[in-house]
């Protein structure tokens, strides 16, 4: 594990020595952070700028030649100032419209044990009262994540729940989700790669509950 971790952190350092190297004649921009990212961050020409190397090196390096590139990514992994940019640490084409951040706490076994990243896409489930006669109902699809951390508890450490910061479209989508927090089980399910395979049906009941509405 740890030789794995060397090994990336030398990479990493190669491609940070490659990119603000002075060697050859500059043929071509690549895009660089402007100082320190975090995972989660949304990237916009305020935390990227541009630096032009040799063509041969711009093309090794496998990055983001325009700051336009990533109009509306959110990074995936830290990024240290002046670093390449590279495509694997980057979510290029989400939303650039405004959203709202709300955090809840969440089991980790409705959370896919927690093996979300910041930036990933998640539909959000709500399942009210309990047994047959249970409803569940969507409460936002493609949501993004902005953050996950394990809840604490105490000095003993996690309470093996999670901590989940999501980016909300609406506020009609927030009040349910403030609601649902409180009164209801949820479920976190990702949609990263789901494409366009929406539902028809934003909520479902157990076989008693739709017997009692004559369905």
């Known amino acids: 594990m740890i030789v794995g971790a060397l090994l990336v ?7 940070f020595l490659i990119v603000t190297g002075a060697g050859g004649t500059p043929q071509q921009s690549i895009v660089i952070s402007r100082r320190p990212l975090v995972a989660g961050e949304r990237l916009d020409n305020t935390t990227l700028a ?3 190397v040799e063509r041969k090196t711009a093309n090794s390096l496998h990055g983001f030649t325009s700051v336009d590139e990533l109009a509306g990514a959110v990074a995936l992994a830290p990024i240290g100032e002046g670093e390449l940019v590279q495509r694997s640490a980057v979510l290029a084409g989400g939303p650039a419209a405004p ?3 709300f955090s809840f706490p969440i089991d980790r076994d409705r959370a896919l044990n927690g093996d979300l990243r910041p930036g990933e896409r998640v539909d959000v489930l709500a ?9 569940t109902t969507v409460l936002a699809r493609d949501a993004s994540v902005i953050r996950i951390a394990d809840q604490k508890s105490g000095a003993l450490g996690s309470s093996g729940k999670l901590i989940i910061t999501l980016a909300l479209a609406s506020a009609d989508q927030l009040l349910d989700a403030a609601h649902a927090a ?3 089980s949820i479920t976190v399910v990702r949609s990263t790669l789901a494409g366009n395979t929406i539902g028809t049906r934003s909520s ?11 369905r």
């Open 9 to 15: 952190s030398t990479a990493a350092l190669a491609a």
């Open 50 to 52: 541009t630096k032009t």
């Open 99 to 101: 959203t709202r951040e």
């Open 127 to 135: 399942t009210y009262g309990s047994g047959s006669d249970a409803m």
């Open 182 to 184: 409180q009164v209801a």
């Open 204 to 214: 479902t009941t157990g076989p008693l509950a739709r017997a009692s509405a004559g």
